[in-house]
């Protein structure tokens, strides 16, 4: 992959509040999982300008933006709120997922909100960090329900079952998630970080059969996985099931594209798929480019 793509989609990217980026120590105290994570100041966290910014040092043209996974629904609901109106701003450049508290009352009717204001879909959903059992399909219901309705996907976390620990490492493997994509074959799942290894079960044949509606996205490939997982993912399920996504600031954007151009993983006619195709398909962003307006969420 020695010449950069004509286009970029970054498919996994995170952002906060600037007031929340400013003053973490409140939400270290208010969210278990997120103090775990942000407790040390080392931790980057970044607000929507931040992130365009970071695009354009890059060279990304777009980026799917995530907020955080809170248990507590008035969180979720308030950095829906800030997306929403932050990708309103943006001129095209960052579309927006929604996040919902699945165990919490109210999650359906939110998921509705955030569709109707503009979301691409909902994610990312992490188990471990809200508090619901992946492989209990049935918690999720009322979510699924509207995505695919909607015809909207949704973006769950995915650990490996082996490995290194590390913050963030939970329980939502590939057996647990494949509990949950067998009830939902008809609903659009993403599934980060190379779904935890679960591209590699798709040897077996009966899971092949049921997974067929599900992609991966490449979320902080470096971190987990040598570079040879892209070549290795593609050639078992394919170009048109894999997006490219950088978990910035996790993993900072510019230095993970120069990396996967380096590698030479992606071959010439996967490229436009895997770099911003495929991201473009799944989230239909031709569907969800702001016009620029406040959409005042919370007015």
């Not at 650990?159 to 590390?166: D, L």
């Amino acid at each position: 992959m020695a010449d950069a793509s004509p286009l970029v989609v970054d498919a996994h990217t995170h952002a906060f509040p600037p007031e929340w980026v400013a003053d973490r120590t409140r939400h270290c105290t208010r969210d278990r999982w997120f103090g775990e994570l942000y407790e040390t100041p080392s931790a980057k966290m970044i607000d929507a300008r931040e992130l365009i910014g970071a695009m354009d040092a890059a060279g990304v043209a777009q980026a799917v933006v995530c907020g955080w996974p809170w248990a507590d629904p008035s969180l979720c609901q308030e950095h829906n709120d800030y997306l929403a109106d932050a990708c309103a701003a943006s001129a095209g450049r960052l579309a927006w997922l929604g996040v919902v508290s699945p165990a919490a009352p109210g999650a359906a009717a939110e998921t509705e909100r955030c569709l109707t204001h503009g979301a691409a879909g909902i994610g990312e959903l992490n188990a471990d960090a809200q508090g619901f059992d992946v492989a209990n399909p049935h918690v999720l219901a009322d979510v699924a329900s509207v995505l695919t309705g909607a015809g909207r996907p949704l973006l769950l976390h995915a650990s490996e079952p082996v490995g290194h620990r590390y913050p963030g490492k939970g329980t939502a493997t590939p057996d647990r998630l494949v509990d949950f994509l067998t009830v939902y074959p008809d609903l659009t799942v993403v599934l980060a970080h190379w779904g935890g290894g679960l591209p590699f079960y798709e040897l077996v044949p009966e899971i092949a059969a049921v997974i067929h509606n599900t992609v991966y996205d490449t979320a902080a490939s470096t971190y987990l996985y040598r570079p040879g997982v892209f070549r290795t993912v593609l050639d078992l399920v394919g170009p048109h099931r894999v997006l490219w996504g950088s978990d910035h600031p996790v993993l900072g954007m510019g230095k993970f594209l120069d990396r996967t151009r380096r590698m030479g993983g992606i071959r010439s006619d996967e490229r436009d798929l895997v770099m911003a195709g495929n991201a473009r398909r799944v989230y239909r962003l031709h569907d969800t480019v702001p016009n620029g307006d406040h959409m005042g969420l919370s007015e």
